[in-house]
């Protein structure tokens, strides 16, 4: 089977740039999730989806936002780039919205520099 | 605010030996602690997950003790292998509610032959 799968892999932008992410969640999975991966940090949050509704939204701008199209698969927007969203883009999906049975299965991720 | 503290930045480990990692949250809300395993171009990918109702949880190699009084929970790799090799995160989460993981800063493990 297909794990989460993510596009592109790596991209190149300029500042005040805008930039879409793509992401196909694993077949079944109805809860995608996107965290930003800085060089050398953690993951962090930035929106989770469930069933197309935004059911959590991390510390970011409002020049980041996201959406769930009806199969599942989910778009990242990022508006006016700064150099400080240069970073890993990592989407990941789940069976459920939340539980301690089910676990997030995330992508290789999306590359974002921003020059 | 860095709601969940990891430790050490990095490890280095001989084959055979254990690698030891600790976390410490202040969240009191967060009911679910797992750790990742990231390699090089790859997404994190689940190691092992406690529940805070438990003090520890063993699978094969790996094993997570947790201490709910003073917010720590650690994770213990025995017998580590030159694949152990990588990044780990500690990280929560208020599970009943959300997968909206809080993650460490990562420990860069590298176990030497």
């Known amino acids: 089977d297909a794990g989460v799968t993510q596009s592109p892999t790596h991209l190149i932008k300029t500042r005040g740039q805008h930039v879409t992410l793509r992401c196909s969640p694993i077949?079944?999975?109805?809860?995608v999730s996107w965290y930003q991966q800085v060089l050398g940090q953690g993951p962090q949050f930035i929106f989770q989806?469930?069933?197309?509704?935004?059911?959590g939204r991390g510390n970011f701008p409002d020049r980041f936002s996201a959406r769930q199209f009806p199969n599942y698969s989910s778009e990242l927007n990022v508006n006016a780039l700064l150099l400080g969203d240069s970073a890993l883009y990592l989407c990941?999906?789940?069976?459920?919205?939340?539980?301690?049975?089910?676990?997030?299965?995330f992508g290789e991720g999306s590359r974002l520099t921003v020059l | 605010q860095q709601q969940v503290k990891q430790s050490p930045q990095s490890l280095i480990v001989q084959k055979g030996g254990i690698s030891i990692i600790n976390c410490a949250y202040e969240?009191?809300?967060?009911?679910?602690f797992p750790w990742y395993q990231q390699f090089p171009g790859k997404g994190p990918a689940l190691l092992i997950a406690?529940?805070?109702?438990?003090s520890e949880k063993k699978e094969g190699r790996f094993t997570i003790s947790f201490n709910k009084s003073a917010k720590q929970f650690s994770l213990h790799i025995m017998d580590s292998q030159p694949g152990d090799s990588a990044t780990y995160f500690c990280?929560?989460?208020?599970?009943?509610?959300?997968?909206?993981?809080?993650f460490g800063k990562g420990t860069k493990l590298s176990v030497i032959p």
């Open positions: 990941a999906s789940s069976l459920r919205l939340a539980g301690f049975s089910g676990e997030l299965f």
């Open positions: 077949s079944g999975h109805k809860s």
């Open positions: 989806y469930y069933e197309k509704e935004e059911r």
């Open positions: 969240n009191t809300a967060f009911d679910y």
């Open positions: 406690i529940r805070p109702d438990v």
């Open positions: 990280a929560a989460s208020g599970a009943a509610g959300s997968y909206q993981l809080t």
